[in-house]
T-cell receptor, first 112, second 117 residues
């Protein structure tokens, strides 16, 4: 079963920041938080991942709370092409055999 | 970056026939690949973990004799849906684990839309 809880849907205005929350209250100390997104009828696309510290890349920022029980994915300037289902996934560090288990995700709709 | 190619992107087959889907890691070697299926408006459901040179590990409830997985090389895993039925119609997606330093780990293919008629 997925170890994360996300709101089923969110809306955001184009050009504004999109903040997508994720709860992972049972996360273990050696588990990473991964974010992927899936645009309709395509394979999931990697966005970002982190363990304890906040992370930023060219796509997004990941803010992880100090107790690690929740995180927020931030898309700083959302565009229409960011409309997708966003998945927050917790994954251990046992190596490549550790599977990714997807929850239901958040459907983000970016409006003009 | 890591690239995973999945082929075919779409396939239509008749009931009772078998269909093979290929998943290739193009610029890295993948000792582990994963197969998922996704029904409309649903999330991805893991079917099995494919390990190069050994038998796949199937998730509970997934019929291993119906969904045959072969991972004969470090860059190719195949999923064969045997004796397909309309209820097997779904979106099948593979993922490959990239163990190279500085990689983020999991890269997904673009998916295969299977329609059984």
């Amino acid at each position: 079963d997925a170890k994360t809880t996300q709101p089923p849907s969110m809306d955001c205005a184009e050009g504004r920041a999109a903040n997508l929350p994720c709860n992972h209250s049972t996360i273990s100390g050696n588990e990473y938080v991964y974010w992927y997104r899936q645009i309709h009828s395509q394979g999931p696309q990697y966005i970002i991942h982190g363990l304890k510290n906040n992370e930023t890349n060219e796509m997004a920022s990941l803010i992880i709370t100090e107790d690690r029980k929740s995180s927020t994915l931030i898309l700083p300037h959302a565009t229409l092409r960011d409309t997708a289902v966003y998945y927050c996934i917790v994954r251990g560090v046992q190596g490549g055999s550790e599977k990714l288990v997807f929850g239901k995700g958040t459907k983000l709709t970016v409006n003009p | 970056g890591a690239v995973v190619s999945q082929h075919p992107s779409r396939v239509i087959c008749k009931s009772g026939t078998s269909v093979k889907i290929e998943c290739r890691s193009l610029d890295f070697q993948a000792t582990t690949m994963f197969w998922y299926r996704q029904f409309p408006k649903k999330s991805l459901m893991l079917m099995a973990t494919s390990n190069e040179g050994s038998k796949a590990t199937y998730e509970q409830g997934v019929e291993k004799d119906k969904f045959l997985i072969n991972h004969a090389s470090l860059t190719l895993s195949t999923l064969t849906v045997t004796s397909a039925h309309p209820e097997d119609s779904s979106f099948y997606i593979c993922s490959a684990w990239d163990a190279r330093p500085l990689s983020y780990g999991y890269t997904f293919g673009s998916g295969t839309r299977l329609t059984v008629v």
